[in-house]
Protein backbone atom coordinates (compact mmCIF):
# COMPACT_ATOMS: atom_id res chain seq x y z
CA UNK A 1 0.00 0.00 0.00
CA UNK A 2 1.25 3.34 -0.86
CA UNK A 3 2.22 5.85 1.63
CA UNK A 4 -0.64 8.25 0.12
CA UNK A 5 -3.42 5.70 0.62
CA UNK A 6 -2.17 4.68 3.91
CA UNK A 7 -2.31 8.27 5.65
CA UNK A 8 -5.44 9.14 7.07
CA UNK A 9 -6.48 12.61 7.79
CA UNK A 10 -7.76 11.74 11.49
CA UNK A 11 -9.45 14.42 14.06
CA UNK A 12 -6.51 15.01 15.61
CA UNK A 13 -5.26 16.13 12.64
CA UNK A 14 -7.63 18.65 11.88
CA UNK A 15 -7.65 19.95 15.50
CA UNK A 16 -3.96 20.72 14.90
CA UNK A 17 -4.83 22.63 11.39
CA UNK A 18 -7.45 24.71 13.07
CA UNK A 19 -4.78 25.59 16.15
CA UNK A 20 -2.21 26.79 13.78
CA UNK A 21 -4.82 28.87 11.62
CA UNK A 22 -5.46 30.62 14.71
CA UNK A 23 -2.22 31.07 15.54
CA UNK A 24 -1.93 32.92 12.45
CA UNK A 25 0.32 30.58 10.94
CA UNK A 26 0.20 30.83 6.78
CA UNK A 27 -1.07 28.43 4.36
CA UNK A 28 2.42 27.65 2.88
CA UNK A 29 3.97 27.51 6.28
CA UNK A 30 1.41 24.63 7.58
CA UNK A 31 1.95 22.90 4.60
CA UNK A 32 5.77 23.35 4.86
CA UNK A 33 5.26 21.38 8.34
CA UNK A 34 3.20 18.48 7.73
CA UNK A 35 5.42 17.65 4.47
CA UNK A 36 8.38 17.71 7.07
CA UNK A 37 6.51 15.50 9.42
CA UNK A 38 6.26 12.99 6.52
CA UNK A 39 2.54 13.90 5.61
CA UNK A 40 2.73 13.43 1.48
CA UNK A 41 1.71 16.13 -0.44
CA UNK A 42 -1.71 15.49 -1.90
CA UNK A 43 -2.92 14.05 1.92
CA UNK A 44 -1.49 17.50 3.46
CA UNK A 45 -3.26 19.54 0.90
CA UNK A 46 -6.85 17.55 0.73
CA UNK A 47 -6.99 18.09 4.69
CA UNK A 48 -5.53 21.75 4.89
CA UNK A 49 -8.57 22.42 2.37
CA UNK A 50 -11.48 20.51 3.89
CA UNK A 51 -10.58 21.14 7.21
CA UNK A 52 -10.32 25.24 6.94
CA UNK A 53 -13.10 25.77 4.76
CA UNK A 54 -14.91 23.79 7.38
CA UNK A 55 -13.99 25.71 10.23
CA UNK A 56 -14.61 28.69 8.22
CA UNK A 57 -18.54 27.64 7.69
CA UNK A 58 -18.87 26.86 11.36
CA UNK A 59 -17.73 30.22 12.62
CA UNK A 60 -19.69 31.78 9.90
CA UNK A 61 -22.77 30.08 11.07
CA UNK A 62 -21.45 30.79 15.12
CA UNK A 63 -21.40 34.47 13.80
CA UNK A 64 -25.29 34.52 12.35
CA UNK A 65 -24.63 33.87 9.13
CA UNK A 66 -26.70 31.79 7.32
CA UNK A 67 -25.31 28.24 6.35
CA UNK A 68 -23.43 27.79 3.06
CA UNK A 69 -24.20 25.77 0.23
CA UNK A 70 -22.26 23.86 -2.31
CA UNK A 71 -22.26 26.12 -5.81
CA UNK A 72 -21.67 26.02 -9.46
CA UNK A 73 -17.79 26.81 -9.83
CA UNK A 74 -15.57 26.84 -13.36
CA UNK A 75 -12.80 24.07 -13.17
CA UNK A 76 -10.42 26.52 -13.34
CA UNK A 77 -7.60 24.88 -10.81
CA UNK A 78 -4.52 25.00 -13.29
CA UNK A 79 -5.41 28.64 -14.42
CA UNK A 80 -5.88 27.38 -17.97
CA UNK A 81 -6.52 30.67 -20.54
CA UNK A 82 -9.24 28.40 -22.34
CA UNK A 83 -12.06 25.65 -21.00
CA UNK A 84 -13.81 23.42 -23.30
CA UNK A 85 -17.66 24.13 -22.89
CA UNK A 86 -18.83 21.20 -25.28
CA UNK A 87 -19.43 22.91 -28.55
CA UNK A 88 -17.28 25.70 -27.96
CA UNK A 89 -13.95 26.74 -26.67
CA UNK A 90 -14.45 29.40 -24.47
CA UNK A 91 -11.51 32.13 -23.18
CA UNK A 92 -11.18 32.56 -19.44
CA UNK A 93 -10.65 36.73 -19.24
CA UNK A 94 -10.28 38.06 -15.57
CA UNK A 95 -11.11 36.10 -12.22
CA UNK A 96 -11.73 36.88 -8.78
CA UNK A 97 -11.86 34.71 -5.04
CA UNK A 98 -14.02 36.87 -3.21
CA UNK A 99 -16.65 37.40 -4.65
CA UNK A 100 -16.43 34.60 -7.05
CA UNK A 101 -15.81 36.38 -10.24
CA UNK A 102 -15.04 34.44 -13.77
CA UNK A 103 -15.40 36.87 -16.62
CA UNK A 104 -15.36 34.57 -19.85
CA UNK A 105 -14.45 36.08 -23.55
CA UNK A 106 -16.45 34.24 -26.50
CA UNK A 107 -19.03 31.97 -24.46
CA UNK A 108 -21.19 33.15 -27.53
CA UNK A 109 -21.07 33.79 -31.78
CA UNK A 110 -21.94 36.87 -32.85
CA UNK A 111 -24.49 34.50 -35.08
CA UNK A 112 -26.13 33.63 -31.48
CA UNK A 113 -25.86 36.89 -30.23
CA UNK A 114 -28.05 37.86 -33.18
CA UNK A 115 -30.54 34.91 -33.03
CA UNK A 116 -31.70 35.66 -29.55
CA UNK A 117 -31.95 39.68 -29.95
CA UNK A 118 -34.42 38.78 -33.07
CA UNK A 119 -35.97 35.83 -31.15
CA UNK A 120 -36.74 38.49 -28.16
CA UNK A 121 -37.82 41.39 -29.71
CA UNK A 122 -41.58 40.96 -30.50
CA UNK A 123 -41.85 39.05 -26.46
CA UNK A 124 -40.26 42.27 -24.73
CA UNK A 125 -42.23 43.78 -22.28
CA UNK A 126 -41.04 46.06 -18.85
CA UNK A 127 -39.04 43.79 -16.60
CA UNK A 128 -40.56 42.87 -13.71
CA UNK A 129 -38.63 41.52 -10.46
CA UNK A 130 -39.19 38.60 -7.92
CA UNK A 131 -41.14 39.97 -5.18
CA UNK A 132 -39.93 38.75 -1.72
CA UNK A 133 -42.74 40.38 0.44
CA UNK A 134 -45.23 37.87 -1.77
CA UNK A 135 -43.45 35.14 -3.78
CA UNK A 136 -45.06 37.26 -6.90
CA UNK A 137 -43.60 39.23 -9.72
CA UNK A 138 -43.96 43.23 -9.48
CA UNK A 139 -42.56 46.19 -11.31
CA UNK A 140 -39.52 47.77 -9.61
CA UNK A 141 -38.36 51.31 -10.36
CA UNK A 142 -34.35 50.17 -9.79
CA UNK A 143 -34.89 48.36 -12.77
CA UNK A 144 -35.84 49.64 -15.99
CA UNK A 145 -35.52 47.59 -18.29
CA UNK A 146 -37.93 45.68 -21.09
CA UNK A 147 -37.12 41.49 -21.19
CA UNK A 148 -38.29 38.24 -21.42
CA UNK A 149 -38.07 35.22 -20.71
CA UNK A 150 -37.65 31.58 -22.66
CA UNK A 151 -38.47 28.34 -20.82
CA UNK A 152 -35.81 26.04 -20.11
CA UNK A 153 -35.09 24.32 -23.53
CA UNK A 154 -37.88 26.32 -25.71
CA UNK A 155 -35.72 26.10 -28.72
CA UNK A 156 -32.25 24.34 -30.32
CA UNK A 157 -30.42 27.67 -29.69
CA UNK A 158 -31.50 27.79 -26.00
CA UNK A 159 -31.00 24.22 -25.56
CA UNK A 160 -27.45 24.81 -26.41
CA UNK A 161 -26.59 27.62 -24.32
CA UNK A 162 -27.74 26.22 -21.77
CA UNK A 163 -25.94 23.07 -21.94
CA UNK A 164 -22.86 25.00 -22.91
CA UNK A 165 -23.53 26.78 -18.87
CA UNK A 166 -24.07 23.76 -17.86
CA UNK A 167 -20.34 22.31 -18.68
CA UNK A 168 -18.62 25.69 -18.31
CA UNK A 169 -19.68 26.02 -14.50
CA UNK A 170 -20.18 22.35 -14.02
CA UNK A 171 -24.09 22.78 -12.75
CA UNK A 172 -27.03 20.85 -13.76
CA UNK A 173 -29.12 22.36 -16.97
CA UNK A 174 -31.81 21.15 -14.93
CA UNK A 175 -31.14 23.98 -11.95
CA UNK A 176 -31.18 26.17 -14.04
CA UNK A 177 -34.03 28.87 -14.15
CA UNK A 178 -35.15 29.87 -18.21
CA UNK A 179 -33.21 32.41 -19.95
CA UNK A 180 -33.86 35.90 -19.59
CA UNK A 181 -33.09 38.52 -22.22
CA UNK A 182 -32.83 42.27 -21.29
CA UNK A 183 -33.33 45.06 -23.46
CA UNK A 184 -31.43 48.54 -22.00
CA UNK A 185 -31.82 51.88 -24.21
CA UNK A 186 -30.08 55.38 -23.09
CA UNK A 187 -30.31 55.77 -19.40
CA UNK A 188 -31.98 52.36 -18.13
CA UNK A 189 -30.31 50.84 -15.98
CA UNK A 190 -30.59 48.26 -13.31
CA UNK A 191 -29.31 49.66 -9.38
CA UNK A 192 -27.27 47.78 -7.57
CA UNK A 193 -28.73 44.91 -6.09
CA UNK A 194 -28.26 40.70 -4.92
CA UNK A 195 -29.83 37.95 -7.07
CA UNK A 196 -30.03 35.62 -3.87
CA UNK A 197 -33.44 35.57 -2.07
CA UNK A 198 -33.49 37.56 1.51
CA UNK A 199 -34.60 34.32 3.43
CA UNK A 200 -35.99 36.78 6.38
CA UNK A 201 -38.43 38.45 3.85
CA UNK A 202 -41.96 36.62 4.16
CA UNK A 203 -41.96 35.86 0.65
CA UNK A 204 -39.40 33.51 0.69
CA UNK A 205 -40.47 30.22 1.57
CA UNK A 206 -42.86 30.37 -1.42
CA UNK A 207 -40.19 31.27 -3.45
CA UNK A 208 -37.69 28.88 -2.61
CA UNK A 209 -40.34 25.78 -3.24
CA UNK A 210 -39.45 25.97 -7.19
CA UNK A 211 -35.71 24.90 -6.47
CA UNK A 212 -34.40 26.14 -3.39
CA UNK A 213 -32.37 29.78 -3.52
CA UNK A 214 -30.12 31.05 -6.15
CA UNK A 215 -26.48 30.21 -6.13
CA UNK A 216 -25.07 31.82 -9.56
CA UNK A 217 -25.72 34.20 -12.09
CA UNK A 218 -24.26 34.38 -15.75
CA UNK A 219 -24.49 37.50 -17.43
CA UNK A 220 -23.83 37.15 -21.43
CA UNK A 221 -23.48 40.61 -23.09
CA UNK A 222 -25.31 39.89 -26.54
CA UNK A 223 -25.18 43.97 -28.12
CA UNK A 224 -22.82 46.49 -27.38
CA UNK A 225 -23.68 50.04 -25.98
CA UNK A 226 -21.72 53.03 -27.29
CA UNK A 227 -21.20 54.05 -23.61
CA UNK A 228 -21.79 52.83 -20.53
CA UNK A 229 -23.83 49.68 -19.23
CA UNK A 230 -21.32 47.54 -17.63
CA UNK A 231 -21.75 45.73 -14.81
CA UNK A 232 -20.78 46.60 -11.41
CA UNK A 233 -19.64 45.35 -8.32
CA UNK A 234 -19.55 48.59 -5.78
CA UNK A 235 -18.18 46.19 -2.84
CA UNK A 236 -14.87 45.58 -4.76
CA UNK A 237 -14.79 48.46 -7.09
CA UNK A 238 -15.24 45.81 -10.11
CA UNK A 239 -16.61 46.91 -13.52
CA UNK A 240 -17.01 44.26 -16.08
CA UNK A 241 -16.98 45.71 -19.76
CA UNK A 242 -20.60 44.60 -21.91
CA UNK A 243 -18.67 43.23 -24.97
CA UNK A 244 -20.37 41.14 -27.11
CA UNK A 245 -20.20 37.72 -27.26
CA UNK A 246 -18.86 37.65 -22.84
CA UNK A 247 -19.49 37.04 -20.28
CA UNK A 248 -20.05 37.48 -16.41
CA UNK A 249 -20.48 34.53 -13.95
CA UNK A 250 -20.74 35.21 -10.00
CA UNK A 251 -21.66 32.68 -7.31
CA UNK A 252 -23.18 33.53 -3.76
CA UNK A 253 -22.71 30.78 -1.10
CA UNK A 254 -25.26 31.97 0.71
CA UNK A 255 -27.52 34.58 0.95
CA UNK A 256 -25.68 37.42 2.75
CA UNK A 257 -23.99 40.23 2.12
CA UNK A 258 -20.68 38.78 3.24
CA UNK A 259 -20.74 36.84 -0.35
CA UNK A 260 -19.89 40.95 -1.62
CA UNK A 261 -22.08 39.93 -4.83
CA UNK A 262 -23.96 43.28 -4.58
CA UNK A 263 -23.86 44.19 -8.35
CA UNK A 264 -26.05 46.34 -10.94
CA UNK A 265 -25.91 47.13 -14.35
CA UNK A 266 -24.74 51.04 -15.17
CA UNK A 267 -26.85 52.91 -16.96
CA UNK A 268 -26.41 53.33 -20.63
CA UNK A 269 -25.10 56.66 -21.97
CA UNK A 270 -25.00 55.83 -25.78
CA UNK A 271 -26.75 53.24 -27.80
CA UNK A 272 -28.45 50.08 -26.68
CA UNK A 273 -27.63 47.05 -24.84
CA UNK A 274 -28.75 43.70 -25.15
CA UNK A 275 -27.82 41.01 -22.18
CA UNK A 276 -28.95 37.88 -21.19
CA UNK A 277 -29.04 36.31 -17.77
CA UNK A 278 -28.99 32.89 -16.56
CA UNK A 279 -29.81 32.25 -12.49
CA UNK A 280 -28.93 29.15 -11.13
CA UNK A 281 -30.19 27.47 -8.51
CA UNK A 282 -29.48 25.10 -5.90
CA UNK A 283 -31.89 22.10 -6.68
CA UNK A 284 -33.68 21.00 -10.08
CA UNK A 285 -35.70 24.38 -11.29
CA UNK A 286 -39.78 23.74 -11.48
Not at 131 to 153: L, P, Y
Not at 171 to 191: A, F
Not at 260 to 266: D, E, Q, R, Y
Request: hydrophobic share 35%; with cysteine; charged share 25%.
Amino acid sequence: MSTTQSQQITPQLRQWIVEQAQAGHGADAVLKSMLASGWSEDVAIEAMETTLRGHLEQQAVQSGLPPGVPVPDPKLDDSPLYVDAGDRRVCILQTMVAPRVVVFGGLLSDEECDALIELAKPRLARSLTVSIKTGGEEVNADRTSNGMFFQRGENELVRVIESRIARLVDWPEENGEGLQVLHYRPGTEYKPHYDYFDPNEPGTPTILKRGGQRVATIVMYLGEPDKGGGTIFPDVHLEVAPKRGNAVFFSYERPHPSTKTLHGGSPVLAGEKWIATKWLRERKFE
